[in-house]
């Protein structure tokens, strides 16, 4: 079936930035998300990015997708001890519900 | 705005007896999609329902159902409880028409089977 695989640990010091990054198969994903999860709760839609595109800034984070390599990437900028969750990649294809995530990176922020 | 609501949190059950979870999704929702979450296979797609219909299916055996109201809220059963179906159950609510739209999640209902 088709993957999308993240590293499963980063550590970081609070003020750095932090790179999470995820490589997907299906050549055919039309949407590529970025999700974060914290402790007992339900996952959080953070930003997503349409596979045209190569780049997509949202205030602290940014998105850089290499379509050619299925390469996405999240970029967190000035990391916060709030940040420290579970970050999953997601892709979709058009028009269908049905979306593949991997397995998740915890991102840990020291202070 | 209300959230995704899944009840209950938590549920113990015995292997062999059956369970049924529910969602309530976002008012104006009418996608419904269900995921199991597990440390070892993490996030895989059950179902989606719309409109009170199946709408796509992940890769689960029979002993999965879920259904869908006409007020959108779903539920998911599984019968026969095994050990391996505990797992945290996540419900995702979408407009289900418009994409990419993402989706909203409940916080889960975390299942044990003993």
Excluded at chain 1, 13 to 26: A, F, K, L, Q
Excluded at chain 1, 46 to 73: E, G, P
Excluded at chain 2, 13 to 28: D, E, F, M, N, W
Aim: charged residues 20%.
């Amino acid at each position: 079936g088709e993957d999308v695989e993240q590293s499963l640990f980063l550590s970081v010091r609070e003020g750095d930035s932090s790179v999470i990054n995820c490589t997907y198969t299906d050549s055919s994903s039309t949407y590529l998300y970025w999700y974060k999860q914290e402790p007992g709760a339900g996952l959080q839609l953070l930003t997503y990015i349409f596979s045209n595109m190569d780049m997509k800034q949202d205030q602290r984070l940014t998105v850089l997708l290499n379509k050619k390599d299925k390469h996405l990437s999240l970029r967190i900028a000035d990391t916060q001890t709030g940040d420290s969750a579970i970050y999953f990649c997601a892709e979709s294809t058009y028009n269908n519900n049905d979306m593949r995530f991997g397995a998740g990176t915890r991102l840990t922020v020291k202070p | 705005k209300a959230g995704v609501t899944q009840t209950p949190r938590y549920l113990i059950k015995t292997r062999g007896q059956q369970v049924t979870l529910s969602c309530s999704p976002i008012s104006g929702h009418r996608s419904v999609s269900w995921y199991q979450q597990t440390p070892g296979q993490g996030l895989q797609f059950l179902f989606e329902y719309f409109s009170e219909t199946q709408r796509n299916k992940g890769n689960f055996p029979g002993r999965f159902s879920g259904r869908q109201f006409s007020n959108s809220r779903s539920e998911m059963n599984v019968s026969t409880l095994e050990l391996g179906d505990s797992a945290l159950y996540l419900c995702a609510s979408s407009s289900g028409t418009d994409f990419p739209n993402g989706y909203t999640f409940g916080s889960g209902t975390r299942l044990t089977v003993v």
